[in-house]
């Protein structure tokens, strides 16, 4: 019998064939979803902010931050015996959901920074990205099928796919 495993904000959880991972609200958060076809492992972050160096001290959640998920992650689906050479990455989100004046800094723009982020981690993992469907204005909630690999995306404006 199939599970729904909620992931939250800031969380990362690691599923098995036929469970699906869901996290609600992505704004300019970003989730990575990660799977291997072979094990049929899937996992699923819900990073908020690109880079943990910029934390408080005793800030230590290591789901929060781009550059720490994804090691958790890894590591994680490493435990159920998936091999990194057969990962796959789907993100989504990132997007801006705010206005700013002209003379807005880099640091507003969360979204795309946490995009950029993720990038770089996936490409220093070699962790190829498959799909994506990131920036733009507007929500996210996502659902990775542990089945399939497909990554199933709901938006309240702009309807719903699958990559």
Same mark, same amino acid.
């Given at each position: 019998m199939e @599970?729904?495993?909620k992931v939250g904000m800031a969380d990362l959880k690691v599923a098995t064939e036929p469970d699906k991972l869901v996290t609600l609200g992505l704004g300019s958060c970003v989730g990575i979803a990660l799977y291997d076809f072979k094990t049929k492992v899937g $996992?699923?972050?819900h990073i908020m902010l690109p880079? %943990? @160096?910029?934390a408080r001290k005793g800030d230590v959640n290591a789901a929060k931050y781009a550059d720490t998920a /994804? %090691?958790?992650l890894v590591d994680e689906? @490493? &435990?159920k015996g998936? %091999? @990194?050479q057969r990962i796959v990455a789907k993100i989504a989100g990132g997007a801006q959901m705010f206005k700013f004046n002209n003379g807005a800094s880099d640091i507003m723009r969360v979204g795309t920074r946490n995009i950029e982020a993720v990038k770089k981690g996936l490409a220093e993992y070699r962790i190829p990205i498959t799909a994506e469907d990131t920036g733009g204005n507007f929500g996210r909630t996502i659902e990775l099928d !542990? &089945? !399939? $690999? %497909? /990554?199933f995306i709901k938006t309240i404006s702009k309807g719903e796919k699958t990559i």
């Open positions: @599970k729904k495993i $996992g699923l972050a880079d %943990s @160096k910029q /994804l %090691s958790v689906m @490493k &435990k998936v %091999s @990194k !542990t &089945k !399939t $690999g %497909s /990554l």
